[in-house]
């Protein structure tokens, strides 16, 4: 018989897995599921989109023609409203009712909104789609003033946005420093600098207690938890994601902030599996459970769970090192890896827009943040890939032009 399967959602993991799984499976039913009104567009251009510096055009990555020459049923606007595991269904608003015999959830999430007053007003803005993305660039194109509130990687896309835009805007940090889980102080200065340098000014030790309207309900004011109170016809917001997980109540996945999957992608209810953002996977290289919003591993994980599905058994492993570049300013920012996490750390400062650092967990390198010369990327997502105990040697993986030959490596690494 024909095998059926489904996949909820179309950014690029759900569009990667439906790509793969038609590869693989010529003959099969493959269904995409979204509740957005457009197919697969690029996220990463759409910030430069909103700054006003492309067009709409370019920005698509597949037209509903591209699914239709493939065979594959992309149903936009569709809402699911839940998942009966047993009876292999997916129930949806207004669109009836999808049988699967292997389901991919790639849903991703919605972002969070500030618990103030006036958070849901007119001029505050979270940046995710490619919708959201149409309507910040539509108010700063207007707005005179304005504020960023959230201090990493998608809220200085917003801050970004302020400043190619011409807004006169304010950054409100909760720490004192951006990307403070990341940067030590003397890495996030470079960035502090090139942020001024643009327009917009730092608030440090801060945070919003509530945003003020006009008669119209339009957001014209910012106060932080300072009382201080800064003029804002425009808002950006990024404190994080909610992950798209309310139709699955019934389906009796195991969840920890996000649907946990293993190495294989695969959740706890049989048939079933996950991927991109919304996943709380295994990683190999690691040894433990983490979570990855990037493109990059977003695509790696479609693929993989697609493999894994068609095969009728757990084949692959999802084996990834991930990462992360920012393109704001005239040097290029790049993490890589998983900064955040380790027991230990090292870093450079070699100019002033050029520093590096390094994350360790049990010897080996995890992840790093390059400001300035991003060359070194590949040979240190090398030494992860290979898991090899480096930690002892800063000095040589700190030189400005690293030679992972100078390395000294057991012979079986």
């Known amino acids: 018989m024909t095998e059926s399967y489904v996949i909820i959602g179309d950014g690029i993991a759900g569009s ?28 990463i251009l759409i910030k430069e989109f909103a700054k006003g510096k492309l067009p709409e055009a370019p920005i698509s990555i597949h037209d509903e023609e591209w699914y239709d020459e493939r065979d594959i049923d992309l149903d936009l606007n569709t809402f699911v409203t839940d998942v009966d ?40 803005h979270h940046f995710w789609t490619f919708q959201d993305a149409r309507r910040i660039a539509e108010n700063a194109e207007d707005a005179e003033t304005g504020v960023v509130v959230g201090a990493g990687l998608l809220g200085i896309d917003l801050a970004a946005v302020c ?22 102080l003397d890495g996030a200065e470079i960035i502090h600098d090139a942020l001024e340098e643009k327009g917009v000014e730092t608030v440090f030790e801060s945070g919003v207690d509530r945003f003020e309207t006009d008669d119209d309900g ?59 953002d919304i996943t709380r996977y295994y990683d190999v290289i690691l040894d433990e459970y983490a979570q990855n919003g990037s493109w990059g591993s977003a695509k790696e994980q479609g693929v993989v769970a697609a493999q894994n599905m068609v095969a ?16 704001h300013f ?40 390059l400001i300035g010369d991003i060359a070194p990327q590949g ?31 057991p012979q079986e690494q």
């Open 330 to 369: 005239d040097f290029p920012f790049l993490s890589f890896g998983f900064p955040t996490l380790g027991d230990d750390e090292c870093e450079r400062k070699y100019s002033d827009t050029e520093w590096r650092r390094l994350a360790f967990k049990d010897g080996k390198l995890v992840g790093g943040v």
């Open 379 to 409: 040979n240190y997502k090398d030494l992860i890939r290979r898991e090899a105990e480096v930690s002892d040697q800063k000095d040589v993986l700190l030189e400005k032009e690293f030679d992972p030959d100078k390395l000294a490596l």
């Open 85 to 124: 595991a047993d009876a292999h269904e997916i129930h949806t608003h207004e669109s009836g009712t999808y049988e699967y015999d292997k389901l991919l959830v790639a849903t991703g999430g919605t972002p969070t909104q500030l618990p103030v007053d006036n958070s849901d007003a007119d001029g505050v």
């Open 16 to 43: 990667s897995a439906a790509e793969t799984i038609r590869e693989e499976e010529p003959d099969a039913d493959v269904t995409v599921i979204t509740d957005e009104g457009e197919a697969l567009y690029n996220r």
């Open 163 to 184: 400043a190619a835009q011409e807004v006169d805007a304010k950054y409100i940090m909760r720490g004192n420093r951006w990307w403070r889980y990341g940067l030590s």
């Open 218 to 276: 339009h957001v014209v004011s910012t106060v932080d938890a300072n009382g201080e109170t800064y003029d804002s016809e425009f808002v950006g917001v990024a404190i994080g994601l909610n992950f798209n997980t309310e139709f699955l109540q019934g389906a009796d996945l195991k969840m920890d902030n996000g649907i946990v999957v293993d190495q294989y992608l695969q959740t706890s209810t049989e048939d079933i599996y996950a991927a991109g």
């Open 312 to 327: 009728d058994d757990e084949t692959k492993e999802f084996r990834w090192v991930s990462s992360y570049s920012i393109t």
